[in-house]
């Protein structure tokens, strides 16, 4: 069986990285969507509130789990017995921090893969800081998250 992670802040979740996550779980047998915290930084959302709303919206692809980790990502990777990293391309400039990422996790841990998914292009413009940028500006983020997150943050001491 292999086991992919696919790490992230996920802060929050878009709609490109639920593209990216469908297509993991059609190549790969299992994807943990890994939410990736740092005890001594505080993010724009709670890392538990984080993984609920990632619950929500994956909760009808049945190999897909959902876990937080901290630390190294190849530490959880082995933790977890995976033998794959997914990561998302939107542009070229991802790609070239991803291409360094991976090198460094390959010499981390010798024994562990990453594999380049290409995003949608109607999803290569979405970022999770874009979408925080525009909610806090009280604009439409509707269609670049999906409805678990809306609906939170469209309650959410009245964001929007």
Known sequence: MTIAIYPGSFDPITNGHIDILKSGAEIFDKVIIA??????????LPVDVRVKLIEEAVKDIPNVEVDKFEGLT???????GASVLLRGLRTSFDFEYELQLSQTNHSLYNDI?????????????????CVREI???KGDISKFVPASVFNYLSTKNGIL
């Open 113 to 129: 893969k990453t594999v380049f998914l290409i995003t949608k292009p109607e999803y290569n413009f979405i970022s999770s800081s």
């Open 35 to 44: 939410v990736s915290y740092n005890i001594n930084k505080e993010g724009f």
């Open 135 to 137: 909610l806090v500006n």
């Open 74 to 80: 190849v530490e959880y990777a082995k933790k977890r």
